[in-house]
């Protein structure tokens, strides 16, 4: 009786908390949104076996505010999201996309501490997750980004490709080259995307780069089924000017460095 007793009693608790970090986490005034986010955080690093117990039912309350209105909880919430992916980990892959969409979607914010939180979560997603999915992730939503954050995601699908390629070419093969293909075919002859604003040139360039020294001529024999103007297109960046120093900087810093992971993608990111 005492044992069930006891597991009750922490039932119970565990529910009451998870309320209590719900109404606040969903509340109208800024301040008590804000107490929420930190409240998660905190539980985070005392009770990690919690947030992962109730991961969607915490993460579908807590992804809303990485879109806050209020500029001071959404980079609070990007801030503290970047705390979390380390300690949560694998655990994450259940909220992995909305989580993507969510920082990508920052990145183009005007307000710089923003678009630097979201570029902090997104490091840390590359240093704490598993590459595989990742990529999977990143190749499934770049076709949909704009602005600067189309530019960062296809330079972190670039550092992807040469972690991930020696353990699973075939995954490459599946979700980058049709995202290499999207860019050549539409991209123009100066480098920019119409309708997605900037040039891409440049970023585009390293990733075929970087299909190239993993994949070698398999790279271009692949190619070689697409129409002629992507053939025409990739030839044509991997014979232009070296980029030295340039290839590893991602929006004006250094890319993350390459880390493998022990975790396994337990799905699919189609």
């Avoid at 100066?190 to 994949?215: D, K, W």
């Amino acid at each position: 009786m005492g044992l069930r007793s006891s597991s009750v009693r922490g039932s119970v608790e565990t529910s009451e908390q998870l309320r209590e970090l719900t109404r606040l986490l969903e509340a109208k005034e800024f301040q008590a949104r804000m107490e929420g986010v930190g409240k998660l955080l905190e539980y985070c690093k005392a009770k990690p076996e919690l947030v992962a117990a109730n991961l969607v039912q915490v993460f579908d309350v807590f992804t809303p505010r990485l879109h806050d209105s209020n500029k001071k909880v959404n980079q609070w919430a990007l801030e503290s999201l970047a705390q979390m992916l380390p300690i949560l980990k694998e655990s994450i892959h259940p909220m992995l996309l909305s989580l993507i969409i969510a920082a990508a979607d920052n990145l183009n914010s005007k307000n710089s501490g923003i678009s630097t939180a979201a570029s902090t979560v997104l490091d840390a997603m590359m240093g704490s997750l598993d590459h595989l999915c990742l990529l999977q992730a990143f190749a499934g939503r770049v076709r949909f980004l704009t602005g600067p954050a189309v530019l960062d995601i296809t330079d972190r699908l670039s550092v992807l490709v040469a972690s991930v390629y020696p353990r699973k070419p075939q995954a490459v093969e599946r979700h980058i080259l049709p995202v290499l293909w999207y860019f050549l075919n539409k991209m123009s002859g100066n480098g920019v995307l119409p309708g997605r604003g900037g040039n891409v040139r440049t970023a585009v360039c390293r990733l075929a780069r970087s299909l190239q020294e993993q994949m070698g001529s398999r790279l271009q024999d692949f190619a070689a089924s697409q129409p002629q103007q992507v053939l025409k297109a990739l030839q044509g960046l991997l014979a232009s000017e070296s980029l030295g120093a340039n290839d590893k900087v991602i929006g004006g810093r250094m890319a993350p460095d390459i880390q493998m992971t022990g975790t396994t993608c337990p799905q699919q990111l189609d």
